[in-house]
């Protein structure tokens, strides 16, 4: 069995005098591909920011490659492989395409390899080549979501983050969103997938974690959940 990756443990996060993590538990294994399922409000996103250093914390901890990343900011958790594409995507709208690429190596100074991941990136996501030196904020929004993703893996990350990734895109988008998800894991990059469409979030994922008012309810293997009763009438509208 893989070494885990990330271990939060009785993880606490309040907003004044509003507890909106209570003391929940979530590891990931190396390798694998996690999702966070809930509905709005659960708490799923307050868990990444807390993860990505972008939310501090009155409870529990976070580890990451078994040691304490409480209280190290975005850019030195990014520098240790920990990357996030957060919701909304993020990207720098007036620079074009292939400088956004280029903003997601700034960490990074081996400059043929950054060359040769932006080809890298291409490959994944050919519509952005073929729009290489247009204004990030002229696109679509799924293919700002494709650029967002690809200047997270510039950065060479270990465990990428991705918040509601197919949030607000057409059908047709967000089947190719997961398509790259679903390669991005299987080429060896470990993920923690927050999602509100859990159905393509619990097909695509090894394992998952329903969370509901800042509480982990439910946690296994993510297509045993596919056919459970409780999180099909609650998530899958059935």
Do not use: C
């Amino acid at each position: 069995m893989k070494d885990i990756m990330l271990k939060i443990s009785n993880l606490k996060v309040a907003y004044g005098g509003i507890h909106a993590i209570k003391g929940i538990d979530l590891d990931i294994r190396e390798g694998e591909l996690v999702t966070l399922i809930g509905a709005n409000g659960a708490g799923k996103t307050t868990t990444m920011k807390a993860i990505t250093g972008l939310q501090g914390w009155i409870g529990g901890d976070v580890e990451y490659l078994g040691k304490s990343i409480k209280g190290l900011p975005s850019h030195t958790l990014l520098k240790q492989g920990l990357a996030m594409v957060p919701e909304g995507r993020g990207v720098f709208a007036r620079m074009t395409i292939i400088e956004n690429l280029q903003m997601g190596a700034y960490l990074r100074n081996d400059t043929a390899g950054i060359a040769d991941d932006i080809e890298r990136m291409f490959g994944i996501f050919p519509r952005l080549k073929e729009r290489a030196t247009q204004l990030a904020g002229t696109m679509s929004g799924g293919e700002q979501q494709m650029l967002a993703m690809a200047r997270a893996l510039m950065s060479q990350p270990r465990l990428l983050l991705l918040d509601e990734p197919s949030m607000g895109l057409s059908p047709i988008m967000v089947a190719k969103i997961f398509e790259v998800v679903r390669d991005i894991s299987a080429q060896g990059v470990t993920v923690l997938l927050v999602e509100q469409n859990a159905r393509l979030a619990l097909q695509a994922a090894d394992r998952a974690y329903v969370m509901d008012s800042g509480l982990i309810t439910m946690n296994g293997n993510a297509r045993e959940m596919l056919d459970d009763p409780k999180v099909r009438a609650a998530y899958l509208g059935e």
